[in-house]
T-cell receptor, first 117, second 114 residues
Framework: AQSVAQPEDQVKVAEGNPLTVKCTYSVSGNPYLFWYVQYPNRGLQFLLKYITGDNLVKGSYGFEAEFNKSQTSFHLKKPSALVSDSALYFCAVRDGKIASNTGKLIFGQGTTLQVKP | EAQVTQNPRYLITVTGKKLTVTCSQNMNHEYMSWYRQDPGLGLRQIYYSMNVEVTDKGDVPEGYKVSRKEKRNFPLILESPSPNQTSLYFC?????????????FGDGTRLSIL
């Protein structure tokens, strides 16, 4: 069965420090991996995705994520955090084995990122 | 501007009173989906639609209905709402290549069923 785990409910970092939000996944086929961010009272916004190719993926707002097949992980990173990065972050996976037209995403439970000034 | 629009954004209602949450997208997307978001559970898919007149159940379809009579609209219907359907609901859409493309989300509808 497909699943996604975000082991930390909350991550706190100081502004200017690097941040990491962790994500591990389980799928039977090749994974299609996504990160979304949710600001208060807003829907999810796409940050970045991994489909194939380079293991290091760059996305919006200076975020990047590293795909690690052996560890089945897709951690979100940013070299220097901003207070405005404070939000709820979701990792999601789609199983590449399943017909592409199902469109179904499996989401992790979310990690709240708090960046302190 | 490309967007997914949900209405209403907030609704407080009572058990058993039928309600509909509308969702409309202006991107000519084939694929649309409804999710509910609950603390500690992330987002779970309720129903999805691959195209007009094509709908299917997601992971938590009980108590919900949907229809897809037009490409742009995908309403979520709660025929007899119950308190356990109190949640934050999101509609999403993507093109036919949705497996590799990001989904676009609406801003959410917060439902409270008393």
């Amino acid at each position: 069965a497909q699943s996604v785990a975000q082991p930390e409910d909350q991550v706190k970092v100081a502004e200017g420090n690097p941040l990491t939000v962790k994500c591990t996944y389980s799928v039977s086929g090749n994974p299609y991996l996504f990160w979304y961010v949710q600001y208060p009272n807003r829907g999810l916004q796409f940050l970045l995705k991994y489909i194939t190719g380079d293991n290091l993926v760059k996305g919006s707002y200076g975020f990047e994520a590293e795909f690690n097949k052996s560890q089945t992980s897709f951690h979100l990173k940013k070299p220097s955090a901003l207070v405005s990065d404070s939000a709820l972050y979701f990792c999601a996976v789609r199983d590449g084995k399943i017909a592409s037209n199902t469109g179904k995403l499996i989401f992790g439970q979310g990690t709240t990122l708090q960046v302190k000034p | 501007e490309a967007q997914v629009t949900q209405n209403p954004r907030y609704l407080i209602t009572v058990t058993g009173k039928k309600l509909t949450v509308t969702c409309s997208q202006n991107m000519n997307h084939e694929y649309m989906s409804w999710y509910r978001q609950d603390p500690g559970l992330g987002l779970r898919q309720i129903y999805y639609s691959m195209n007009v007149e094509v709908t299917d159940k997601g992971d938590v379809p009980e108590g919900y209905k949907v229809s897809r009579k037009e490409k742009r609209n995908f309403p979520l219907i709660l025929e007899s709402p119950s308190p356990n359907q109190t949640s934050l609901y999101f509609c999403a859409s993507s093109s036919k290549q949705g497996a590799v493309l990001a989904q676009h989300f609406g801003d959410g509808t917060r439902l409270s069923i008393l």
